[in-house]
């Protein structure tokens, strides 16, 4: 009788249990304002136990990081010495393709990013699950001006995007790595607007949309956003490098791979380019 | 031990379960495959305290979990509810708690959520859970709760001592 009882009881829970999930689910789904604004104040209410948590145990996860990822160090080290020893010797070419990159951005009439106005982020949270490989956490959130869709970068380019409504001191940015993304780009020195997206983990950018066949474009060129009008980037954002060419005879268009020139993986500062186009273009 | 320190046991049980993945176990990656805490806490709550707890338990942890992912609110607590639930009935009728079973029903469980959990998800318009890395998640993820399973069942008796007791 009690067996039954609790079985009764027990159904009756898990029924209530995945109503009220798939309820949430439905209300994420359409954005419900509410909900969002109950995640962000549980999520604000776990925080500085996270954050205690987060520096006590930093030390481990940097050990462990060591331990697991000594082998990828080692090959990581050879291959920058390698790139150290020839780097040394194009310096003076090097030098050069930097003046002609500023130049060039001058003569296209591209804005330098310090010039609008940023905020500066620590990275809280990269994946905290196996599936969310493309995107980190920020302390930074609505209270410091950040909104959805705002570029983030770091000294080497861009990073990805802020992604959905941030919570008050905190918010998620969507890595260019995720296949995803797409972004508006540029190969400095043409004049075609293209459309370039996220390869996956560990892998180049792609471009497969707007570049003309007959467009001049040389492995070795750089992207750089190309923000055109109403574009969530601004203009002159470098993105990468090309590193392979490749041509689509019928549709007559270019398909670029792009190394992308700011690293995404072990961010630990990133900067929100608290850009509107609305506002600022 | 009254009934309510023993949920008050399990909540900070699960808290601390939520913070220790959010700050250490995210970090402590092989192949680039984390501990899947919060989904071993459900599973080892259906084996330890059965169906209902295990269901509670899955929707809690869930839903900690699902403020911190990119993924639809509301998805993991899903999936993990009936995981607790589904693990709870299966050890009520068949496993009967031997612990040697109980571990290898947390790690065969793990792999089965994560393949439940990436396909429900790209059903319901998520990316990139169904991919080819899919399987190395599953399966570095399930050796990992494999170790874990013991201190977890572990921790779940001591939550709920005195209402294991009155029930068996």
Redesign the interface.
């Known amino acids: 009788m009690a067996t039954g009882t ?1 079985t009764g ?2 159904r009756f ?2 029924i209530f ?2 109503l ?6 439905t ?3 359409r954005d419900f304002e509410p ?1 969002q604004r109950t ?1 962000e104040t ?2 604000d209410l ?1 925080s500085p ?2 954050s205690g ?2 520096r ?2 930093e030390p ?2 940097d050990a ?2 060591g331990v ?1 990822g000594y082998d990828e160090l080692e090959s990581e080290n050879e291959a920058l010495r390698q790139e150290l020893q020839k780097l040394e010797g194009q310096q003076i070419l090097d030098s050069d393709a930097a003046i002609r990159l500023e130049s060039l951005l001058d003569v296209l009439g591209l804005p330098y990013v310090q010039d609008i106005p940023n905020v500066v982020g620590e990275v809280v ?1 990269a ?9 980190v ?1 920020i302390n930074r959130g609505a209270e410091d001006g950040i909104r959805n869709g705002m570029p983030v970068v770091t000294r080497g380019g861009l990073i990805g995007r802020i ?1 959905g409504d941030p919570g008050r001191g905190h918010s ?1 940015v ?1 890595l260019l790595t ?3 993304f797409e972004v508006g780009v540029l190969v400095v020195g043409t004049e075609d607007v293209a459309l370039a997206s996220g390869g996956g ?1 560990g892998e180049p950018l792609m471009v497969t949309k707007g570049l003309e066949i007959d467009t001049e474009v040389a492995i070795g060129d750089e992207v750089v956003t190309s923000g055109v009008d109403r574009s969530r980037y601004p203009p002159g954002i470098p993105i990468g490098t090309v590193t392979d060419i490749d041509f689509d005879e019928a549709r007559l268009l270019q398909l670029l791979t792009v190394e992308p020139s700011a690293n995404t993986d072990s961010l630990s500062f990133v900067t929100v380019l608290l850009y509107d186009p609305l506002e600022d273009g | 031990m009254t009934t309510a320190s023993a949920y008050v046991r399990s909540g900070l049980f699960l808290l601390t379960a939520l913070v220790l993945h959010l700050a250490l176990f995210s970090d402590l990656r092989v192949l680039g495959v984390a501990p899947e805490v919060p989904l071993a806490i459900a599973v080892t709550a259906g084996l330890v305290g059965g169906p209902e707890r295990g269901a509670i338990a899955g929707f809690a942890i869930g839903l900690g979990i699902d403020l911190y992912l990119p993924t639809l609110f509301g998805l993991s607590a899903l999936i993990y509810t009936v995981w607790g639930y589904t693990v709870g009935l299966l050890e009520e009728r068949i496993f009967r708690s031997a612990w040697w079973i109980n571990v290898l029903v947390t790690a065969a469980a793990t792999a089965g959520g994560l393949l439940v959990y990436a396909v429900l998800g790209e059903l319901l318009g998520e990316v990139n859970l169904y991919t080819d890395r899919l399987y190395t998640v599953m399966g570095v993820a399930a050796a990992y709760n494999l170790v874990l399973s013991l201190p977890l069942l572990g921790l779940w008796h001591w939550s709920w001592p005195r209402l294991l007791g009155e029930e068996r």
């Open positions: 609790r009881r027990s829970t898990l249990l995945l009220t999930s798939a309820t949430l689910l209300l994420d789904a909900l995640e549980l999520s776990i136990l996270r948590a987060d006590v145990f481990v996860g462990w990081a697991t949270t994946n905290v699950g196996n599936f969310d490989r493309y995107s956490q992604d998620r969507t995720d296949p995803s983990h």
